[in-house]
């Protein structure tokens, strides 16, 4: 599971990323608001651990543009600001937890535990992926919708797979092109945006909600609840 930092304080930083790494997780970090906005935007982040303060663009707006963005991973606020007026600005701007500074590495990894168990919206098993009346299966390659079969090529069927591992979060289309085609993103090729259109005719047009959409400028976001 990949978990972003958004912590200003080297020493800090340094120490969440280690202990995160030794627990098992990967790890980015980021140093002010706006480069962790742009990370858990542009990245298939599982979770976000949040500092309050922040050079740039501050923890509370921070999280408030992620949410705008379609961001929909779970949040983990820090803040040496313990007051009850400061922990609810902090949920209202969208975010799920609040741990106030100091605190125990041990509390820490178990509220990440709780978060990631409240926020998993894709079922997964070691053969099957679901999600929103979409069923994808890993052993023999095979995608069904609302009992329907759903035939997919090879590269459809791994953009799926794709979105399915990364559900009601915005993929970027260089990130796309990343992890689904394993090339750089040529801004000359509309060949994600040809992907997601023969993908969204297969398994969206036939039914009621769709899946599959678009966040105007940041990529695409797989979704039941746009």
């Known amino acids: 599971m990949r978990i972003l930092v958004v912590e200003d304080e080297p020493k800090v930083a340094a120490f969440l990323k280690q202990g995160l790494e030794e627990s098992g997780y990967d790890v980015l970090n980021a140093y002010d608001g706006q480069m962790g906005k742009r990370l858990a935007i542009e990245e298939a982040v599982d979770l976000v651990v949040l500092d309050r303060v922040l050079p740039i663009m501050d923890g ?5 543009a992620i949410r705008l963005a379609g961001g929909g991973m779970p949040i983990l606020m820090l803040t040496a600001l313990g007051t009850t007026d400061d922990k609810v600005l902090g949920l209202d701007a969208g975010a799920d937890d609040y741990l106030v500074k100091p605190f125990e590495f041990q509390e820490l990894l178990a509220r990440i535990r709780s978060l990631t168990r409240r926020g998993n919206a894709v079922t997964e098993t070691a053969e099957r992926l679901s999600y929103g009346g979409l069923e994808l299966d890993l052993k023999q390659k095979m995608v069904v ?6 035939a997919l090529t090879a590269k459809e069927y ?30 000359g090729t509309n060949v994600v945006e040809a992907y997601v259109k023969l993908l969204r005719k297969k398994v969206d047009r036939d039914f009621g909600t769709k899946l599959i959409h678009t966040r105007v400028g940041l990529g695409y976001i797989l979704t039941a609840n746009p």
Request: glycine share 2%; aromatic share 10%; proline share 2%.
């Open 60 to 64: 509370i707006d921070c999280c408030r």
């Open 158 to 187: 791994a953009l799926m797979e794709f979105f399915l591992r990364n559900p009601e979060r915005v993929l970027s289309r260089s990130l796309i092109s990343e992890r689904v085609w394993d090339i750089d993103f040529n801004t």
């Open 145 to 150: 919708r609302e009992g329907k079969n759903i």
